[in-house]
């Protein structure tokens, strides 16, 4: 994999040391390469060295926040008081908005 571009930020982490294996800067462990995917990478930082967080790199990258923490990608759950009324806290109508709706 030696003579491909490296554009994946995984490679700010590893070094490639040939024969479909990268050795991390942090611990010094060999990973394979499949078929030149950066996977295993990943997963190693992800798992081994969870602390440890990447650059984005490339136009698709967002921008970082104030923090220097990226924000979660996906939807994220509404807070608490945007959430809808139950039906419980739903009255029926009453006699007269009930014969106003032709009902």
């Given at each position: ?55 984005e ?17 996906g939807?994220?759950?509404?807070p ?24």
């Amino acid at each position: 994999m030696s003579g491909t571009r490296k554009r994946s930020s995984i490679w700010q982490k590893f070094k490639d040391v040939g024969k479909d294996k990268a050795e991390g800067f942090h611990c010094k462990m060999r990973i394979t390469l499949r078929a030149g995917s950066t996977t295993n990478l990943h997963r190693h930082i992800r798992t081994v060295h969870p602390t440890v967080q990447l650059e984005e790199k490339g136009p698709a990258s967002s921008p970082p926040t104030d923090s220097g923490v990226s924000p979660p990608k996906g939807p994220t759950a509404a807070p608490a008081s945007a959430a809808l009324p139950t039906h419980a806290s739903i009255t029926p109508p009453t006699a007269t908005q009930s014969k106003a709706l032709g009902a």
